[in-house]
């Protein structure tokens, strides 16, 4: 079956330091998705996107991130500088317009030092 | 605005006992409903979708959700624990298929030998 695949499964980066989060939804999928769980709470919805623009954003999606598709397969998230309070699990997830749910990948653990 | 409560952050269950994890969702639409499962160190598994077909909605690995509108409930069952089954589980809602998911706080779910 498809998965959707996250890359790195762990990334460490000093505060204040850009990170990339990179993900491989599924082929077929056009709606695409990047989640967070902070250590103990419950996961959050970051930002939506679809026809290569953003369809929705949180308030957690402040001007540090942005969400890039590249190419025809990888979908990035990006946090220009980041802090402490970055620190999380980023799901990014995919879905196709239609009958099927989103499909989460992994996840990527950040650790900011 | 749609929200999720789950109740028991931690629910203990003997194997071969009835599971039952509760869930309690608020939207002004006919919600979209999911329960989702993360196993330690894993990704976000789709459990179960409740998408306005039938109420009663079977998933993966012996689970099935009731849909109850009078109760704004989606409930979360298996008759019979097996150890494989401790992990988190998270219900969801979701205004439309391709929408943003709004989880609840999870509910870990411990597995008495």
């Known amino acids: 079956e498809p998965e959707v695949t996250q890359t790195p499964s762990h990334q460490v980066t000093q505060m204040g330091q850009e990170v990339i989060l990179r993900c491989v939804p599924i082929?077929?999928?056009?709606?695409f998705y990047w989640y967070r769980q902070i250590l103990g709470q419950k996961v959050e919805f970051l930002v939506s996107?679809?026809?290569?623009?953003?369809?929705?954003k949180s308030e957690i999606f402040d001007d540090q991130f942005s969400v890039e598709r590249p190419d025809g397969s990888n979908f990035t998230l990006k946090i220009r500088s980041t802090k402490l309070e970055d620190s999380a699990m980023y799901f990014c997830?995919?879905?196709?317009?239609?009958?099927?749910?989103?499909?989460f990948g992994d996840g990527t653990r950040l650790s900011i030092l | 605005a749609q929200s999720v409560t789950q109740l028991g952050s931690h629910v203990s269950v003997s194997e071969g006992a009835l599971v039952l994890l509760r869930c309690n969702y608020s939207s002004s639409v006919p919600p979209y409903l999911f329960w989702y499962v993360q196993y330690p160190n894993q990704g976000l598994q789709l459990l179960l979708k409740y998408t306005s077909a039938a109420t009663l909605v079977k998933g993966i690995n012996g689970f099935e959700a009731e849909f109850k509108k009078s109760e704004t409930s989606f409930h979360l069952t298996k008759p019979s624990a097996h150890m494989s089954d401790a992990a988190e589980y998270f219900c969801a809602v979701s205004e439309n298929r391709d929408d943003k998911i709004i989880f609840g706080k999870g509910t870990r779910l411990h597995i008495l030998p």
């Open positions: 997830a995919s879905s196709v317009s239609g009958n099927q749910p989103q499909h």
């Open positions: 082929s077929n999928h056009l709606y």
């Open positions: 996107f679809y026809n290569n623009e953003i369809s929705e």
